[in-house]
């Protein structure tokens, strides 16, 4: 079966058997090995991608439910060169150990700060709650995701016409699909 969507911007077309996981389409077929498999289950997080700017697990989907869709995947989170904020928090504030959460983590993430630009750190936890990280103890995560805020809240306040360059964020606000 034929399915195209668009992928990290760019127009995509696949021959797959409808009922193929997504995660192995983007990791063995289209070699994106960033979005990682934990548990296979929908319990870990770590597959999560985002499909119409709303994170999904990506062990849950089927490929056919790609078809006209738009997908984001961690390789595709940033700009060319340039890490997504949350890429940036994480390094900064030591969110990063081994890393296998990670990429689902930053997924999370950029979907929650699209919907809600200013999260407590309650809010926070539960909008990760779905990830599970086994090395962090989840604070510095935390710290992560709140110094990403400030810092895309600033720029956003920052007017073009004061010199500045309007910078594009996926999952930005204003940027991206609301639930
Ligand atoms: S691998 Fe998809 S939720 Fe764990
Ligand atoms: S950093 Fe190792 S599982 Fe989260």
Same mark, same amino acid.
Do not use: W
């Given at each position: ?10 127009? $995509?077309?696949? #021959?797959? &058997?409808? #009922?193929?996981?997504?995660? #192995?389409?983007? %990791?063995e077929? @289209? ?5 990682k498999e /934990?548990?296979? &289950?929908?319990?870990?997080g ?10 999904r @697990?990506?062990?849950?989907?089927l &490929? *056919? ?7 984001? $995947? ?6 060319? /060169?340039?890490?997504? =904020? ?16 990670s ?6 993430a950029v979907?929650?700060? /699209? +919907?809600?630009?200013?999260p407590?750190?309650?809010?926070i +936890? %539960?909008?990760?709650?779905?990830? @599970?990280? %086994?090395? $962090? ?11 990403? *805020?400030?810092?895309?809240?600033? &720029?956003? #306040?920052?007017?073009p016409? *004061?010199?500045?360059?309007e910078r594009?964020v996926p999952?930005a =606000? ?5 639930r």
């Amino acid at each position: 079966m034929k399915i195209s969507f668009t992928l990290n911007g760019k127009s $995509t077309e696949v #021959d797959v &058997a409808p #009922d193929r996981r997504v995660v #192995d389409l983007l %990791r063995e077929d @289209l070699r994106l090995t960033g979005t990682k498999e /934990g548990c296979g &289950a929908g319990e870990c997080g770590a597959c999560t991608i985002l499909v119409n700017g709303e994170s999904r @697990l990506s062990c849950l989907m089927l &490929a *056919a439910q790609l078809e006209g869709r738009c997908v984001t $995947t961690i390789e595709g989170i940033g700009e060319e /060169g340039r890490l997504h =904020p949350v890429q940036e928090a994480f390094i900064e504030c030591g969110a990063v150990q081994c890393g296998f959460c990670s990429p689902g983590m930053v997924i999370s993430a950029v979907d929650l700060l /699209g +919907r809600d630009p200013n999260p407590g750190r309650g809010e926070i +936890r %539960r909008g990760l709650s779905g990830n @599970l990280c %086994r090395c $962090t103890g989840y604070v510095k995560i935390v710290d992560a995701v709140e110094t990403a *805020a400030r810092r895309m809240n600033a &720029a956003s #306040d920052v007017k073009p016409d *004061a010199g500045e360059k309007e910078r594009v964020v996926p999952g930005a =606000p204003g940027q991206g699909q609301r639930r």
